[in-house]
């Protein structure tokens, strides 16, 4: 008997993250999820396709940012993975507002839920995607904000607690 495997990754609810990245001469920002290594540690994993921009700058800077999506950026989420950073600067087209973090530093992207600068630790080849674990080094939080998850092709904006 055969099982068709292709939707079983849709059946686990996601984070929903903007990854910037720079070195000092590009930038670019793709949508992707992410999830932590345990509570108690302050590591994150996330992959990313091997023939994408943001894969070759992540390589070279050997840094990244988690922002995490909040509500009002859904629509950021869904354009950015349309775009192709190699071609043009994603910032700029769609107007994504950015708190500077120095020369060669992927930016923070404002009115994100979140924003959690991360040094790769290691990385992992796997198919066609490379998986990197990084390591915390700086985040901040809008708690005015609330975050997004990723479910099934769809955004769901997380508010209220379930008891």
Same mark, same amino acid.
């Given at each position: ?89 994603? #910032? ?31 990385? #992992? ?25 990723? #479910? ?12």
């Amino acid at each position: 008997m055969s099982v068709n495997l292709s939707n079983v990754t849709r059946l686990v609810p996601s984070s929903v993250a903007l990854l910037s990245v720079a070195t000092k001469e590009k930038r670019d920002v793709m949508a992707c999820g992410c999830m932590f290594v345990a509570e108690d540690q302050h590591f994150f994993i996330v992959s990313v396709a091997k023939h994408i921009f943001s894969h070759d700058l992540i390589e070279a800077s050997g840094e990244f940012v988690l922002n995490i999506a909040s509500e009002g950026q859904v629509g950021l989420a869904q354009k950015v993975g349309a775009l192709h950073g190699q071609q043009i600067d994603k #910032y700029q087209k769609l107007g994504i507002e950015t708190e500077d973090r120095g020369k060669g530093k992927a930016p923070f992207i404002k009115s994100s839920f979140a924003n959690i600068a991360c040094k790769v630790v290691t990385s #992992y080849p796997v198919g066609k995607y490379t998986v990197y674990i990084a390591e915390t080094t700086d985040f901040a939080v809008d708690s005015t904000q609330k975050p997004l998850a990723w #479910y099934g092709d769809r955004y769901f904006a997380l508010k209220d607690e379930a008891r």
